[in-house]
């Protein structure tokens, strides 16, 4: 859950500074919430493949803040 809120206060710092357009506003979005519900999952199974999930969606999340 840590990890995801800096990746979370790293997207808010890249739409506040005005580095993202429309688009990847709407990508970035997305990839919040595919992280989130995998955290959360996660968080209720408590299982590696759970866990590895979650893992994965927030690296998708941060790649998607770094385009």
Request: hydrophobic content about 50%; proline content about 0%.
């Amino acid at each position: 859950m840590y990890s995801y809120l800096i990746a979370n206060g790293m997207a808010r710092g890249r739409m506040m500074a005005g580095r993202a357009d429309a688009a990847q506003v709407m990508s970035m979005a997305q990839a919040d919430q595919v992280a989130v519900v995998a955290i959360l999952t996660a968080a209720r199974e408590q299982s590696r493949q759970a866990t590895q999930a979650a893992n994965a969606a927030l690296i998708s999340y941060i790649h998607e803040i770094e385009k």
